[in-house]
Protein backbone atom coordinates (compact mmCIF):
# COMPACT_ATOMS: atom_id res chain seq x y z
CA UNK A 1 0.00 0.00 0.00
CA UNK A 2 1.65 3.43 -0.76
CA UNK A 3 1.89 5.94 2.07
CA UNK A 4 2.30 9.24 2.57
CA UNK A 5 5.36 10.85 4.27
CA UNK A 6 4.15 12.13 7.47
CA UNK A 7 6.65 13.72 10.11
CA UNK A 8 7.64 13.15 12.85
CA UNK A 9 6.70 9.72 13.50
CA UNK A 10 7.27 10.06 17.18
CA UNK A 11 6.86 12.53 19.88
CA UNK A 12 6.86 13.24 23.55
CA UNK A 13 6.17 16.67 24.67
CA UNK A 14 5.17 18.15 28.01
CA UNK A 15 1.63 19.34 28.90
CA UNK A 16 0.93 22.87 27.73
CA UNK A 17 3.52 22.47 24.75
CA UNK A 18 2.47 23.22 21.11
CA UNK A 19 3.38 21.27 18.42
CA UNK A 20 3.04 20.90 14.53
CA UNK A 21 2.49 17.39 12.68
CA UNK A 22 3.15 17.47 9.10
CA UNK A 23 2.07 15.08 6.01
CA UNK A 24 3.45 15.48 2.63
CA UNK A 25 3.09 14.00 -0.47
CA UNK A 26 4.80 14.05 -4.18
CA UNK A 27 1.80 14.70 -6.06
CA UNK A 28 -1.30 16.79 -5.76
CA UNK A 29 -4.07 15.69 -2.76
CA UNK A 30 -7.01 15.46 -3.81
CA UNK A 31 -8.71 15.43 -0.69
CA UNK A 32 -7.25 14.61 2.99
CA UNK A 33 -8.29 13.85 5.85
CA UNK A 34 -6.95 13.80 9.48
CA UNK A 35 -7.81 10.73 12.07
CA UNK A 36 -6.75 10.23 15.07
CA UNK A 37 -6.60 7.11 17.18
CA UNK A 38 -6.06 5.77 20.42
CA UNK A 39 -4.67 2.57 22.09
CA UNK A 40 -7.20 -0.22 21.22
CA UNK A 41 -9.36 1.99 18.76
CA UNK A 42 -10.35 2.00 15.36
CA UNK A 43 -9.37 5.76 13.48
CA UNK A 44 -11.83 8.66 14.32
CA UNK A 45 -11.94 11.18 11.37
CA UNK A 46 -11.54 14.62 13.04
CA UNK A 47 -11.56 16.75 9.54
CA UNK A 48 -11.33 16.92 5.97
CA UNK A 49 -9.56 18.90 3.83
CA UNK A 50 -10.16 19.87 0.36
CA UNK A 51 -9.04 23.16 -0.72
CA UNK A 52 -6.14 24.50 -1.43
CA UNK A 53 -5.05 27.13 1.59
CA UNK A 54 -7.49 25.77 3.58
CA UNK A 55 -7.82 26.73 6.96
CA UNK A 56 -9.87 24.14 9.96
CA UNK A 57 -9.93 24.64 13.10
CA UNK A 58 -11.57 21.88 16.01
CA UNK A 59 -10.89 23.41 19.19
CA UNK A 60 -7.03 23.32 19.84
CA UNK A 61 -6.33 22.03 16.98
CA UNK A 62 -5.56 23.73 13.61
CA UNK A 63 -5.46 22.07 10.25
CA UNK A 64 -3.72 23.81 7.27
CA UNK A 65 -4.00 22.68 3.77
CA UNK A 66 -0.91 23.54 1.15
CA UNK A 67 -1.96 26.39 -1.39
CA UNK A 68 -0.64 24.26 -4.04
CA UNK A 69 -2.62 20.39 -2.17
CA UNK A 70 0.62 18.32 -2.06
CA UNK A 71 1.17 18.94 2.16
CA UNK A 72 -0.92 19.82 5.80
CA UNK A 73 -0.40 19.96 8.48
CA UNK A 74 -1.98 19.58 11.92
CA UNK A 75 -1.14 21.59 14.91
CA UNK A 76 -2.01 21.36 18.62
CA UNK A 77 -2.25 24.36 20.68
CA UNK A 78 -1.69 23.61 24.76
CA UNK A 79 -1.70 20.05 24.22
CA UNK A 80 -2.88 18.37 27.03
CA UNK A 81 -2.66 14.55 28.10
CA UNK A 82 -6.06 13.89 26.54
CA UNK A 83 -4.28 14.36 23.19
CA UNK A 84 -2.37 11.23 23.54
CA UNK A 85 -2.64 8.83 20.34
CA UNK A 86 -1.81 8.34 17.24
CA UNK A 87 -2.71 10.21 14.65
CA UNK A 88 -3.09 9.69 10.80
CA UNK A 89 -2.79 11.41 7.45
CA UNK A 90 -4.90 9.97 5.02
CA UNK A 91 -5.36 10.59 1.10
CA UNK A 92 -8.80 9.24 -0.95
CA UNK A 93 -7.22 7.99 -4.16
CA UNK A 94 -8.48 6.66 -7.13
CA UNK A 95 -7.70 3.99 -9.29
CA UNK A 96 -10.79 3.27 -11.66
CA UNK A 97 -13.37 1.91 -10.14
CA UNK A 98 -11.44 1.45 -7.07
CA UNK A 99 -11.59 3.93 -4.14
CA UNK A 100 -9.48 3.27 -1.31
CA UNK A 101 -7.31 5.38 1.54
CA UNK A 102 -3.52 5.82 1.34
CA UNK A 103 -2.20 6.46 4.69
CA UNK A 104 0.15 8.08 6.21
CA UNK A 105 3.03 6.54 8.56
CA UNK A 106 1.61 8.19 11.68
CA UNK A 107 2.57 10.31 14.33
CA UNK A 108 2.44 8.79 17.53
CA UNK A 109 1.95 11.44 20.41
CA UNK A 110 2.58 11.23 23.97
CA UNK A 111 1.72 14.45 26.33
CA UNK A 112 3.21 14.35 29.84
CA UNK A 113 1.26 15.49 32.73
CA UNK B 1 -24.32 8.98 13.40
CA UNK B 2 -22.94 6.09 11.53
CA UNK B 3 -22.04 3.43 13.47
CA UNK B 4 -19.43 -0.13 12.75
CA UNK B 5 -19.37 -2.98 15.12
CA UNK B 6 -16.74 -5.48 14.86
CA UNK B 7 -16.76 -8.70 16.77
CA UNK B 8 -14.97 -10.19 18.78
CA UNK B 9 -13.09 -7.26 20.11
CA UNK B 10 -10.61 -9.42 21.37
CA UNK B 11 -9.62 -13.47 21.16
CA UNK B 12 -7.20 -15.75 21.42
CA UNK B 13 -6.81 -18.89 19.83
CA UNK B 14 -4.42 -21.78 19.37
CA UNK B 15 -2.13 -22.24 16.45
CA UNK B 16 -3.90 -24.32 13.44
CA UNK B 17 -7.48 -22.85 13.98
CA UNK B 18 -9.64 -20.48 11.93
CA UNK B 19 -10.81 -16.83 13.48
CA UNK B 20 -13.76 -15.37 12.14
CA UNK B 21 -14.44 -11.53 12.74
CA UNK B 22 -17.59 -9.81 12.18
CA UNK B 23 -17.80 -6.10 10.95
CA UNK B 24 -21.43 -4.80 10.96
CA UNK B 25 -22.99 -1.24 9.63
CA UNK B 26 -25.57 -1.01 12.29
CA UNK B 27 -27.45 2.14 11.16
CA UNK B 28 -26.81 2.13 7.11
CA UNK B 29 -25.35 0.38 4.37
CA UNK B 30 -22.27 0.04 3.72
CA UNK B 31 -21.64 -0.90 -0.24
CA UNK B 32 -18.11 -1.26 0.07
CA UNK B 33 -15.91 -2.50 3.38
CA UNK B 34 -12.38 -2.54 4.28
CA UNK B 35 -10.42 -4.94 6.11
CA UNK B 36 -6.72 -3.42 7.23
CA UNK B 37 -4.50 -4.74 9.71
CA UNK B 38 -2.29 -2.66 12.05
CA UNK B 39 0.81 -3.31 14.13
CA UNK B 40 1.54 -1.23 17.46
CA UNK B 41 2.09 2.55 16.62
CA UNK B 42 2.17 1.56 12.67
CA UNK B 43 -0.39 3.03 10.31
CA UNK B 44 -3.06 1.19 8.92
CA UNK B 45 -2.29 -1.72 6.22
CA UNK B 46 -5.13 -2.11 3.94
CA UNK B 47 -5.67 -6.29 3.23
CA UNK B 48 -8.76 -6.20 1.02
CA UNK B 49 -11.96 -3.95 -0.26
CA UNK B 50 -14.83 -5.79 -0.54
CA UNK B 51 -18.30 -4.99 -2.36
CA UNK B 52 -21.52 -6.60 -1.51
CA UNK B 53 -22.39 -9.69 -3.71
CA UNK B 54 -19.02 -9.84 -5.17
CA UNK B 55 -15.77 -10.92 -4.18
CA UNK B 56 -12.74 -8.88 -2.42
CA UNK B 57 -10.06 -7.37 -3.83
CA UNK B 58 -6.84 -7.87 -2.51
CA UNK B 59 -3.50 -5.93 -1.61
CA UNK B 60 -0.56 -7.51 -3.31
CA UNK B 61 1.12 -9.44 -0.85
CA UNK B 62 -2.47 -10.60 1.27
CA UNK B 63 -2.71 -13.92 0.67
CA UNK B 64 -6.37 -14.87 -0.11
CA UNK B 65 -6.65 -18.13 0.57
CA UNK B 66 -5.62 -16.94 5.07
CA UNK B 67 -7.65 -14.53 4.71
CA UNK B 68 -10.99 -15.24 3.56
CA UNK B 69 -13.12 -12.43 3.49
CA UNK B 70 -17.10 -12.58 2.83
CA UNK B 71 -19.16 -9.70 1.81
CA UNK B 72 -23.03 -11.25 1.97
CA UNK B 73 -25.05 -8.28 2.87
CA UNK B 74 -25.03 -4.51 3.00
CA UNK B 75 -24.16 -4.50 6.79
CA UNK B 76 -22.28 -7.43 7.15
CA UNK B 77 -18.72 -8.44 6.61
CA UNK B 78 -16.56 -11.51 7.80
CA UNK B 79 -12.84 -12.06 7.99
CA UNK B 80 -11.70 -15.38 8.57
CA UNK B 81 -8.02 -16.23 9.63
CA UNK B 82 -7.37 -20.00 8.60
CA UNK B 83 -5.20 -21.55 10.05
CA UNK B 84 -3.77 -19.09 12.13
CA UNK B 85 -0.06 -18.96 13.06
CA UNK B 86 1.24 -16.32 15.88
CA UNK B 87 2.39 -13.90 13.00
CA UNK B 88 -1.58 -13.83 12.13
CA UNK B 89 -1.36 -12.03 15.60
CA UNK B 90 -2.53 -8.12 15.33
CA UNK B 91 -5.00 -5.69 15.70
CA UNK B 92 -7.43 -5.93 12.82
CA UNK B 93 -10.08 -2.95 12.01
CA UNK B 94 -12.98 -3.00 9.22
CA UNK B 95 -14.59 0.20 7.98
CA UNK B 96 -17.11 0.54 5.63
CA UNK B 97 -18.23 3.36 3.28
CA UNK B 98 -21.38 4.51 3.33
CA UNK B 99 -24.22 4.21 0.45
CA UNK B 100 -24.60 7.71 -1.65
CA UNK B 101 -21.56 9.17 0.61
CA UNK B 102 -18.47 7.61 -1.07
CA UNK B 103 -15.49 10.17 0.28
CA UNK B 104 -16.20 9.06 4.28
CA UNK B 105 -15.12 5.43 5.58
CA UNK B 106 -16.52 4.49 8.98
CA UNK B 107 -14.03 2.90 11.37
CA UNK B 108 -15.15 0.21 13.43
CA UNK B 109 -13.32 -0.32 17.35
CA UNK B 110 -10.70 -3.49 16.10
CA UNK B 111 -9.88 -7.04 16.89
CA UNK B 112 -7.40 -7.82 18.81
CA UNK B 113 -6.21 -11.33 18.03
CA UNK B 114 -3.56 -13.20 19.54
CA UNK B 115 -2.72 -16.35 18.19
CA UNK B 116 -0.63 -18.70 20.69
Known amino acids: TQLLEQSPQFLSIQEGENLTVYCNSSSVFSSLQWYRQEPGEGPVLLVTVVTGGEVKKLKRLTFQFGDARKDSSLHITAAQPGDTGLYLCAENYYAGNNRKLIWGLGTSLAVNP | ?116
Open chain 2, 1 to 116: GAVVSQHPSRVICKSGTSVKIECRSLDFQATTMFWYRQFPKQSLMLMATSNEGSKATYEQGVEKDKFLINHASLTLSTLTVTSAHPEDSSFYICSARRRGLQETQYFGPGTRLLVL
